[in-house]
């Protein structure tokens, strides 16, 4: 049974104020502002207010379209989308139909072994609507709406319908989302986050949206749930109707919104209080010279340079931040330990506190020391990795860490515990002399259990073949 998905992300950009108005871009802030507190006529839709667009706003579009090998248009204009809803007060979304800024670009995929093209349809710019919040949810009894959203800048990626799988979806959003980030146009650690609605048909079917899906694990999950759904309807004889639903996260499942629209339903019209806007092509040419080393780019770098391993330089290239740590700790320890320990141990202590590098509040070189107190063995594997994770807890260099908890390598007579050990594990040891792996790891992890992780598991693992014949 073969299943089609199609992508529509909106980007909510970073801009320090809306896309048409003058007012701060609440996407911009790391924290919720109290609501209806950033508006003015213009994003409210009051009579007479007259929208201007913004330049910041339209150069962040471009590097995007350039990014991804869009072709830009020569002149670009925005329309009217009419519909009646309460988050549009002036009831029409300011955005682009007929004349969208760029066409035609791709992203490739990296799936396992194998890389896949999602070819871009279009990228078009377009203000958000207010945000509703639903009393009791989405069959409570009424709404509240806050404005601050209002006019907010927008950027909607829509894709071709080349996926066949969720998992290439979540593949596609997070590649997405480091892209945008790289851009310096998407930041994931502020208020605004990128929203996908997804089409999805099966078998020849009537293609179903499913809207307002957030985030990457979600975009997985919302159409695995709809994959099921589809095909239990398809069991039991029933076609499914082409029709608008919504993903709520809380219960896992798609509810149903509204009978799906038709484009022509909007009554697009252009908008008459902004002008035509034409692209040359010494301004082009000047954004793409300034457009930053980009992910798959940095990744192919890493990988023939440092000679990183794939999935080292992929986990490490995923945050612009890290990779900067990275390039920066490597100059002055060895490479390849360095993007160990960053895409390893780091990564996983950061990701545990959600935490991004440049917001922990550690400086790159207490990186650089605490792998050379490694290298230099002043420190386990086992210590390192503790220190980590008290490093980024209290914020303060390897050294006081180190000396506070007690956790550099000790001078211990490996040899007598080691025959400890063995004296009171024999069916462990005779289990390691038949050559079971599992064995060996057991007797080295009691080791390490006994001299509280300061020992190093190499030298233990030394003792261990020379003790045990």
């Given at each position: 049974?073969?299943?089609?998905?199609?992508?529509?992300?909106?980007?909510?950009?970073?801009?320090?104020?809306?896309?048409?108005?003058?007012?701060?871009?609440?996407?911009?802030?790391?924290?919720?502002?109290?609501?209806?507190?950033?508006?003015?006529?213009?994003?409210?839709?009051?009579?007479?207010?007259?929208?201007?667009?913004?330049?910041?706003?339209?150069?962040?579009?471009?590097?995007?379209?350039?990014?991804?090998?869009?072709?830009?248009?020569?002149?670009?204009?925005?329309?009217?989308?009419?519909?009646?809803?309460?988050?549009?007060?002036?009831?029409?979304?300011?955005?682009?139909?007929?004349?969208?800024?760029a066409l035609n670009g791709k992203v490739e995929l990296k799936m396992g072994s194998k890389s896949k093209l999602v070819r871009l349809r279009r990228l078009h710019l377009e203000e958000d609507p207010a945000k509703i919040i639903h009393i009791g949810g989405l069959s409570g009894k009424g709404v509240l709406i806050d404005y601050n959203r209002a006019g907010s800048p927008l950027i909607e990626i829509v894709t071709e319908p080349d996926f066949e799988s969720p998992e290439e979806a979540r593949v596609y959003i997070q590649k997405l989302e480091s892209v945008l980030e790289y851009l310096g146009i998407y930041d994931p650690t502020?208020?605004?986050?990128?929203?996908?609605?997804?089409?999805?048909?099966?078998?020849?079917?009537?293609?179903?949206?499913?809207?307002?899906?957030?985030?990457?694990?979600?975009?997985?999950?919302?159409?695995?749930?709809?994959?099921?759904?589809?095909?239990?309807?398809?069991?039991?004889?029933?076609?499914?109707?082409?029709?608008?639903?919504?993903?709520?996260?809380?219960?896992?499942?798609?509810?149903?919104?509204?009978?799906?629209?038709?484009?022509?339903?909007?009554?697009?019209?252009?908008?008459?209080?902004?002008?035509?806007?034409?692209?040359?092509?010494?301004?082009?040419?000047?954004?793409?010279?300034?457009?930053?080393?980009?992910?798959?780019?940095?990744?192919?770098?890493?990988?023939?340079?440092?000679?990183?391993?794939?999935?080292?330089?992929?986990?490490?290239?995923?945050?612009?931040?890290?990779?900067?740590?990275?390039?920066?700790?490597?100059?002055?320890?060895?490479?390849?330990?360095?993007?160990?320990?960053?895409?390893?141990?780091?990564?996983?202590?950061?990701?545990?506190?959600?935490?991004?590098?440049?917001?922990?509040?550690?400086?790159?070189?207490?990186?650089?020391?605490?792998?050379?107190?490694?290298?230099?063995?002043?420190?386990?594997?086992?210590?390192?990795?503790?220190?980590?994770?008290?490093?980024?807890?209290?914020?303060?260099?390897?050294?006081?860490?180190?000396?506070?908890?007690?956790?550099?390598?000790?001078?211990?007579?490996?040899?007598?515990?080691?025959?400890?050990?063995?004296?009171?594990?024999?069916?462990?040891?005779?289990?390691?002399?038949?050559?079971?792996?599992?064995?060996?790891?057991?007797?080295?992890?009691?080791?390490?259990?006994?001299?509280?992780?300061?020992?190093?598991?190499?030298?233990?693992?030394?003792?261990?073949?020379?003790?045990?014949?």
């Amino acid at each position: 049974m073969g299943i089609k998905i199609g992508l529509e992300s909106h980007v909510q950009l970073i801009s320090k104020s809306k896309i048409f108005c003058s007012c701060k871009n609440p996407f911009a802030l790391k924290e919720d502002p109290e609501p209806n507190t950033l508006t003015c006529p213009t994003c409210l839709g009051l009579p007479g207010a007259k929208p201007v667009a913004n330049n910041y706003v339209i150069d962040s579009a471009l590097k995007a379209a350039l990014a991804f090998q869009s072709d830009v248009s020569d002149e670009m204009f925005f329309s009217r989308k009419g519909y009646f809803y309460p988050d549009q007060s002036k009831n029409f979304q300011i955005t682009q139909y007929e004349a969208p800024l760029a066409l035609n670009g791709k992203v490739e995929l990296k799936m396992g072994s194998k890389s896949k093209l999602v070819r871009l349809r279009r990228l078009h710019l377009e203000e958000d609507p207010a945000k509703i919040i639903h009393i009791g949810g989405l069959s409570g009894k009424g709404v509240l709406i806050d404005y601050n959203r209002a006019g907010s800048p927008l950027i909607e990626i829509v894709t071709e319908p080349d996926f066949e799988s969720p998992e290439e979806a979540r593949v596609y959003i997070q590649k997405l989302e480091s892209v945008l980030e790289y851009l310096g146009i998407y930041d994931p650690t502020a208020i605004g986050i990128i929203k996908t609605d997804a089409n999805i048909s099966m078998g020849g079917g009537e293609r179903i949206e499913v809207k307002n899906i957030t985030g990457s694990k979600d975009i997985e999950k919302a159409l695995k749930y709809e994959i099921i759904r589809q095909k239990n309807l398809l069991k039991r004889g029933q076609k499914p109707e082409r029709e608008t639903r919504a993903w709520n996260p809380q219960l896992g499942v798609t509810q149903l919104l509204r009978t799906k629209e038709d484009e022509e339903e909007y009554g697009y019209i252009t908008e008459p209080d902004l002008t035509k806007i034409s692209f040359k092509k010494n301004q082009l040419d000047a954004i793409r010279k300034d457009l930053p080393e980009l992910p798959d780019e940095k990744y192919n770098r890493f990988v023939k340079q440092f000679k990183l391993p794939g999935k080292v330089a992929e986990s490490i290239v995923s945050e612009p931040d890290l990779a900067e740590l990275f390039e920066n700790v490597s100059k002055k320890t060895n490479p390849k330990l360095a993007g160990t320990w960053v895409s390893g141990y780091l990564k996983k202590t950061l990701n545990w506190h959600n935490l991004r590098f440049k917001d922990s509040g550690m400086n790159p070189e207490w990186i650089v020391s605490l792998l050379k107190m490694f290298q230099t063995g002043k420190l386990t594997d086992r210590g390192a990795e503790m220190t980590i994770r008290k490093m980024v807890e209290e914020k303060k260099p390897p050294e006081q860490i180190v000396k506070k908890h007690s956790l550099g390598k000790a001078k211990i007579d490996l040899d007598k515990v080691v025959k400890a050990i063995i004296e009171k594990n024999q069916q462990a040891v005779e289990d390691y002399k038949k050559g079971e792996d599992k064995a060996l790891h057991f007797l080295i992890g009691l080791v390490m259990r006994e001299t509280k992780g300061q020992a190093d598991a190499v030298e233990i693992q030394k003792v261990l073949k020379k003790l045990v014949k």
